[in-house]
């Protein structure tokens, strides 16, 4: 697949089969991801894969989530659980935060890119995922799951699997609406 035609049609998918994701495809766009820009070559971005049982405390906190701020429709809470469950892969992406602000949002703008690239190789291999985010990102639990470091933080929440179908193209507004050219 040429790039261009791998950007333009990348699509978020929210619905996978339950067929399991094999190991080296997830190192494969993993890899891939670190391929990002980022300045000074540090490397900012964290990666915390879940399969298997390993998903159940981070589709546990979805549903508490869930539960908190809609106590009054239970069922959804539980039907969330389910289907996040059938999620075949987790891959939880972080920053390591830098007390300088000015490098601390480069290295956040770092691991967002890498982002892109994990999208991008997972979509190259037939793989669906969609970057989720979210209070489940920004929730105690979540960082407690992981171990996380006081100075790393949650980027996305990256499920990833076989996409059930394709999703449909969404129009994107003509690029002369969202450009300005400033020439001398």
């Known amino acids: 697949m040429q790039l261009d035609e791998a950007i333009r049609s990348r699509r978020t998918v929210r619905q996978f089969r339950p067929d399991p994701v094999d190991r080296t495809l997830i190192d494969e ?7 990002a820009p980022n300045h000074r070559h540090v490397e900012p971005w964290r990666f915390y894969v ?4 390993a998903k159940e405390p981070l589709c546990a906190i979805h549903r ?5 701020e809609r106590p009054e429709e239970p069922e959804r809470a539980e039907a969330r659980y389910q289907e996040l469950m059938g999620v075949p892969v987790y891959i939880v992406v972080t920053v390591e935060g830098d007390p300088i602000p000015k490098r601390d949002l480069e290295n956040y703008a ?6 892109q690239n994990l999208l991008l190789a997972a979509h190259g291999r037939g793989l669906g995922a969609v970057w989720r985010s979210g209070n489940v990102i920004r929730d ?9 470091p006081e100075h790393e933080r949650i980027v996305g929440l990256i ?8 999703p449909p193209a969404v129009a994107r507004a ?7 050219f400033l020439e001398g």
């Open 29 to 35: 766009i993993i890899e891939l991801a670190t391929w």
């Open 50 to 53: 879940a399969t298997g049982a």
């Open 64 to 68: 508490d989530l869930t539960r908190e």
């Open 110 to 115: 770092a691991v967002c890119c890498a982002i």
């Open 140 to 148: 105690a639990r979540t960082r407690a799951w992981l171990g996380l």
């Open 159 to 166: 499920q990833v699997g076989y996409p059930v179908a394709p």
């Open 174 to 180: 003509p690029v002369a609406a969202k450009t300005v």
